[in-house]
């Protein structure tokens, strides 16, 4: 791990065993291992460079990436603690949302929200006290650009957008390239339910997405 990462993360007061909010991450340093020392992440809904991270533990190790995040004092963290990563202030939405709107509200309860949302519908279950105008995009037109950037290589694709989730994977077809690892944050239990039929499309023809797991809440898909 690099020193100057590992006194950013102290200075932070995040200490602990692992960062994401589910062990996603000791999934992940599993599955990589030792083979990853370097390696390329986009991470959408990322909130905050080490609290409930997915991305934080591997940024520890070396990697980069791009951090992409509704909440814009979010980025202003992401841009102070991982200032040689893309940290894009936007939300990401599915294909058709992206095409008709450049902007979209976001609704929140506090400054940094983990269950800050664009979806009206959760929104309004949740009881969201703010909202606030933020520019968005597709998770098609993030992995295209960023991927072409990184040499078509995307290591990890995070996704955690409340409410988008499975929408934006619909996308998929429209993917220039293909992450090693998809993990995506989708509110169910049972498998069958909750698999983007894009995801199933891909597995069926052999294209990098294997299984699913469940960590006693989200639904994690992993592959390596």
């Not at 072409?148 to 994977?169: H, R, S, T, Y």
């Not at 339910?193 to 891909?202: H, N, S, Y």
Request: include cysteine.
């Amino acid at each position: 791990m690099r020193l100057s990462r590992i006194l950013k993360f102290i200075h932070q007061g995040s200490l602990r065993i692992h960062f994401s909010q589910y062990g996603e991450d000791v999934i992940l340093h599993k599955l990589f291992g030792s083979k990853f020392s370097r390696g390329f992440y986009i991470d959408v809904g990322a909130h905050h460079p080490f609290r409930q991270s997915t991305t934080a533990y591997l940024w520890l190790l070396g990697w980069n990436g791009v951090n992409v995040d509704a909440n814009r004092r979010a980025i202003e963290l992401f841009k102070r603690v991982r200032p040689d990563d893309v940290n894009l202030w936007s939300a990401v939405v599915d294909e058709a949302t992206a095409s008709q709107h450049s902007e979209i509200t976001l609704h929140s309860n506090v400054d940094l929200d983990l269950a800050a949302t664009c979806d009206p519908e959760l929104a309004k279950q949740r009881g969201t006290t703010r909202s606030e105008v933020v520019p968005c995009t597709s998770l098609s037109a993030i992995i295209n650009q960023y991927g072409a950037q990184n040499g078509g290589v995307i290591d990890l694709l995070n996704i955690d957008i409340e409410g988008f989730d499975e929408k934006a994977v619909q996308s998929m077809a429209a993917w220039r390239f293909m992450p090693r690892v998809i993990c995506i944050e989708i509110y169910e239990h049972n498998i069958r339910k909750v698999e983007p039929q894009d995801l199933r499309k891909a597995s069926v023809k052999g294209l990098p997405v294997a299984a699913m797991q469940s960590l006693g809440g989200p639904v994690t898909r992993i592959e390596l």
